[in-house]
T-cell receptor, first 115, second 114 residues
Framework: GNSVTQMEGPVTLSEEAFLTINCTYT??????LFWYVQYPGEGLQLLLK?????DKGSNKGFEATYRKETTSFHLEKGSVQVSDSAVYFC??????????????FGKGTLLTVNP | NAGVTQTPKFQVLKTGQSMTLQCAQD?????MSWYRQDPGMGLRLIHY???????DQGEVPNGYNVSRSTTEDFPLRLLSAAPSQTSVYFC?????????????FGPGTRLTVL
């Protein structure tokens, strides 16, 4: 079944630093890939997605490229802000049960950005 | 649109008590699901529904029941609470069934079982 391995944090950066959060996946075929973000005290919200190989998803200055050669979907941002402090989750459809009605999440990476 | 709403936001139970976590969405989404979030475990799927009257188990269904009598509502019932069910619970919904696409999450219910 599909699975995702995500870099575990926590990650602490200074404002304007470069961010990379690694995510690799195991999947049958080429499913869509997602990054979700959870701000303190809130539910998850979609940050960006890519629906096929070599696609680049982008939003709010974050980017991730769907790389089938390395089975990766790393999240990057060139200059982080304090407001980016949150937990970031990599995700893809499917689970160990194989159903396409389920979304499998990584364990999450806590990012803290200091001023 | 209110999106996905959950009540209550916080709840404390004693072992053996029962309760229902409420979830509602006003986006006419067919797919709804319940996850629990535990430190270092990410989110794990408890139950899901692909439409009114249709539910199925996720990864960690034991100790939980669900029903889906309307498109809008998807309550989660704890039959006899246990300390292992202390967690943050999220309800989510999405529009399309042929791929998960974007899921919209509620704000969560933080449950403590003593």
């Amino acid at each position: 079944g599909n699975s995702v391995t995500q870099m575990e944090g926590p990650v602490t950066l200074s404002e304007e630093a470069f961010l990379t959060i690694n995510c690799t996946y195991t999947a049958t075929g080429y499913p869509s890939l997602f990054w979700y973000v959870q701000y303190p005290g809130e539910g998850l919200q979609l940050l960006l997605k890519a629906t096929k190989a070599d696609d680049k998803g982008s939003n709010k200055g974050f980017e991730a490229t769907y790389r089938k050669e390395t089975t990766s979907f790393h999240l990057e941002k060139g200059s982080v802000q304090v407001s980016d402090s949150a937990v970031y989750f990599c995700a893809l459809p499917g689970s160990s049960g194989g159903s396409n009605y389920k979304l499998t999440f990584g364990k999450g990476t806590l990012l803290t950005v200091n001023p | 649109n209110a999106g996905v709403t959950q009540t209550p936001k916080f709840q404390v139970l004693k072992t053996g008590q029962s309760m229902t976590l409420q979830c509602a969405q006003d986006m006419n989404h067919e797919y709804m699901s319940w996850y629990r979030q535990d430190p270092g475990m990410g989110l794990r799927l408890i139950h899901y529904s692909v439409g009114a009257g249709i539910t199925d188990q996720g990864e960690v269904p034991n100790g939980y029941n669900v029903s889906r009598s309307t498109t809008e509502d998807f309550p989660l019932r704890l039959l006899s609470a246990a300390p292992s069910q202390t967690s943050v619970y999220f309800c989510a919904s999405s529009y399309r069934l042929d791929d998960i696409n974007e899921q919209f999450f509620g704000p969560g219910t933080r449950l403590t079982v003593l």
